[in-house]
């Protein structure tokens, strides 16, 4: 009687290791099977982010009745210079790259005719004033052939900083956010556990354009998740600056099923009321750095280049 109790006994623990057996081999199975869906993915992700170069489209559409009055009056004295029509601000679009170290972005209009060309580093924020001089010119001569004797061939240098901007048209225009900072930080190396970690966490896998979705607002707990990882592996840095301002959100797709990883943003900016409506997109290594510095007109000339805008203004 007692070995056939202890037989069963033997019995029901061999079915009870069986079992365990049989789950600890499905875990493992569904891990590699979900390394293999997201190691590739990490590592693609992982690859691209510590790229130096990217290419960058921005399109913004300007709600101009909302911009401040000086803002508004540099746009109708650039249009006017350049014989562009008022809506053509409505709509912008700023598209050029990231190389490590400079930002250039090509701003075009509604129609997608290019105006000028921003030039920006961490200590310079500059604009090509020769290439809206040439526009100016080329317009205002057409309508006059006479102003060909009056107005000059432009000999100042080609980019101006906004500060000298301000100071030559009489504005406050404000200043452009510190963009290759924010670059910067999406460009910290992270370690490819978390970014498995990210791609796990995605809202959504779209299998067919091969695309990971998120959509995040303040107080996401992936914000707080990625704060602690990248204490604990060193690579803080300024992590309090990844919480989002209070009402923003953000919808972010990363396209990874292409030969470079690109990434579309969208969403809301509270307190941007000059904003209607935004997209920013970014695809690594798919921009090929322009060589050589810029020149910059020299601050002694300001006042000439003042003097020349008010008699080009009083012109039109």
Request: glycine share 8%; aromatic share 6%; proline share 3%.
């Amino acid at each position: 009687m007692e070995r056939s109790a202890e037989k069963g006994n033997h019995k029901k623990k061999h079915r009870v290791l069986k079992i365990l057996c049989l789950l600890l081999a499905a875990v493992l199975v569904a891990a590699a099977a979900l390394g293999a869906y997201t190691v590739p993915r990490a590592r693609q992700l992982q690859q691209a982010l510590t790229v130096p170069n990217c290419a960058i489209t921005l399109r913004v559409k300007l709600s101009t009745d909302k911009l401040t009055a000086d803002q508004q009056k540099f746009l109708s004295t650039l249009s006017a210079l350049t014989g562009l029509e008022g809506t053509e601000w409505d709509s912008v679009t700023l598209r050029g790259g990231y190389d490590g170290e400079v930002i250039r972005l090509v701003v075009s209009g509604e129609s997608g005719c290019p105006l000028t060309e921003l030039y920006l580093t961490r200590d310079c924020q500059a604009m090509d004033i020769h290439a809206i001089y040439d526009r100016a010119y080329a317009h205002l001569t057409g309508e006059n052939r006479l102003l060909e004797k009056m107005l000059p061939q432009w000999s100042l240098g080609d980019y101006i900083s906004l500060q000298q901007l301000e100071q030559a048209f009489g504005l406050e225009l404000g200043q452009l956010p510190d963009l290759e900072e924010k670059l910067e930080k999406i460009q910290a190396k992270l370690s490819l556990p978390m970014l498995c970690g990210a791609v796990l966490a995605a809202d959504e896998w779209n299998r067919q354009e091969q695309k990971l979705i998120y959509h995040i607002a303040e107080g996401d707990r992936r914000l707080a998740l990625a704060r602690r990882l990248a204490r604990r592996m060193g690579n803080a840095g300024d992590t309090e600056a990844w919480d989002l301002p209070e009402g923003m959100e953000l919808d972010v797709a990363v396209y990874l099923g292409e030969p470079r990883v690109r990434t579309t943003l969208t969403g809301s900016l509270p307190g941007a009321e000059q904003i209607e409506d935004w997209s920013l997109e970014l695809t690594w290594a798919a921009y090929t750095p322009e060589g050589g510095s810029v020149s910059m007109v020299d601050q002694q000339m300001i006042d000439g280049l003042a003097q020349l805008l008010r008699l080009l203004t009083s012109i039109f």
